[in-house]
């Protein structure tokens, strides 16, 4: 099986998958009085029934096919136009169309699917050997909602699918983690399954507010499937940001004291805001990766500061000192190995002991009572490049104590 034929079992299966679809057929001939209602995948030389509502015995079952040169969609491929004929037989434009003439019919509707990114994807259609009144408002706008919808739960399938692939990805590169396994886990199964559920059910909601009219509530239903949608994308972004946080990338000597200062320069307008004086103490010259070495401080600073107590100035201090080898058996380094230990300490809020046992995880949603809600989702990035290091990290806090971090990197880390 080539890829293009792979792909196009793959979206027949989209569809297929999509939970409201048959729902919207069923309105569709329900409301209108077609006897044949489709969803079609349209290419340059195929057309492919995926999902079918077949009152008149037509014929076609999802996975069939017509000849592309045979329909109306051909067209509607090229110009991305909807089609709406009421009465074939009196059309000046389709009375003697050899479409109608092959297949029999006499109303006909087609509307394009057009995902966000603008590809074409299809046609939601429907014929009937007797005429009908679908030119007007209700009906057209019927059909384009039910379009948008298709369109819009195609493009959240092909997410949860890209998602899905690349967290089996992580998985394989992450087997020696047993923590961030099961963590991902529960994203797969929980965090990327929440807003998809309830897209589902505003979909659902959706459906039956198209059918009665309900201008204002569709409205209303839109813009919460559009709030899911959002919060999905959100945390697919977070997800594969994470996922490129891979070992394999390039080491080069980091003087960690000046890249430090280099963040806290980037950070300076925050800084300044949020009353923040940062003290850099003595830090050593190590080997690394100089971008990821720069967003575990990055992340570590920003942090602080978001936890920051409301009265008074937030002080973080970084400084540094060698430890060794038999103080850490731990690490995943040979017994001779030179290591540093870094300290990251604020006077900030703290957090609570059930905190801080999950600080490190990923979409944690820490809230502290006397703060801004924070996420403190970056932690999860300092674990991930602390470990691709050889190194580890670990937290001590107490509520209005202030947070203290604690990172043992190799001094050469690789060679």
């Avoid at 792979?6 to 679809?21: F, G, H, M, Q, T």
């Avoid at 059909?143 to 890209?162: D, K, M, P, S, Y």
Wanted: glycine content about 6%; hydrophobic content about 40%; charged content about 25%.
């Amino acid at each position: 099986m080539d890829n293009t034929e792979a792909a196009l079992l793959s979206d027949i299966e989209n569809v297929k998958n999509i939970p409201i679809v048959s729902t919207m057929l069923e309105v569709i001939c329900k409301s209108t009085g077609m006897g044949f209602a489709a969803i079609a995948r349209v290419t340059e030389d195929r057309w492919i029934a995926c999902s079918v509502r077949d009152e008149i015995s037509f014929g076609l079952v999802p996975g069939g096919e017509l000849k592309i040169e045979t329909t109306i969609c051909n067209e509607i491929r090229d110009n991305r136009q909807a089609v709406i004929i009421d009465h074939v037989q009196i059309s000046e434009i389709f009375a003697d169309h050899h479409t109608p003439k092959m297949y029999g019919f006499q109303s006909y509707i087609s509307i394009p699917i057009i995902l966000r990114n603008g590809d074409f994807f299809g046609t939601l259609c429907a014929i009937d050997p007797k005429p009908a009144l679908l030119n007007n408002a209700k009906t057209v706008g019927m059909f384009n909602l039910f379009a948008e919808l298709i369109a819009f739960h195609l493009e959240t399938l092909q997410v949860a699918e890209q998602s899905k692939t690349a967290l089996n990805e992580m998985n394989h590169k992450l087997v020696d983690s047993v923590i961030e396994n099961r963590q991902f886990k529960y994203i797969s199964n929980h965090n990327l399954q929440e807003p998809l559920r309830k897209m589902r059910v505003f979909s659902s909601m959706l459906v039956q507010a198209g059918e009665a009219g309900d201008v204002e509530k569709i409205k209303f239903l839109a813009g919460k499937i559009d709030d899911c949608a959002r919060k999905f994308s959100e945390l697919v972004k977070e997800l594969s940001e994470f996922s490129e946080l891979y070992s394999d990338t390039d080491f080069e000597l980091v003087d960690l004291r000046k890249l430090v200062a280099e963040v806290c320069g980037e950070l300076s307008k925050e800084l300044d805001e949020k009353n923040v004086r940062v003290q850099i103490n003595e830090l050593p010259v190590i080997n690394a990766s100089f971008s990821q070495m720069k967003q575990l401080f990055y992340s570590l600073i920003t942090n602080s500061f978001q936890h920051s107590k409301r009265d008074g100035q937030h002080e973080i201090t970084i400084g540094s000192k060698e430890i060794t080898q038999k103080n850490t058996p731990q690490l995943p380094v040979q017994n001779d190995a030179e290591l540093i230990e870094i300290m990251i300490q604020d006077n900030g809020a703290g957090f609570s002991k059930q905190q801080l046992e999950k600080i490190f995880d990923i979409f944690p949603n820490l809230i502290n009572e006397e703060l801004e809600k924070s996420d403190g989702s970056g932690l999860v990035y300092c674990r991930k490049i602390v470990r691709n290091h050889g190194g580890s990290i670990a937290a001590e806090s107490e509520p209005g104590q202030g947070t203290a971090f604690s990172i043992i990197l190799p001094i050469r880390a690789r060679s």
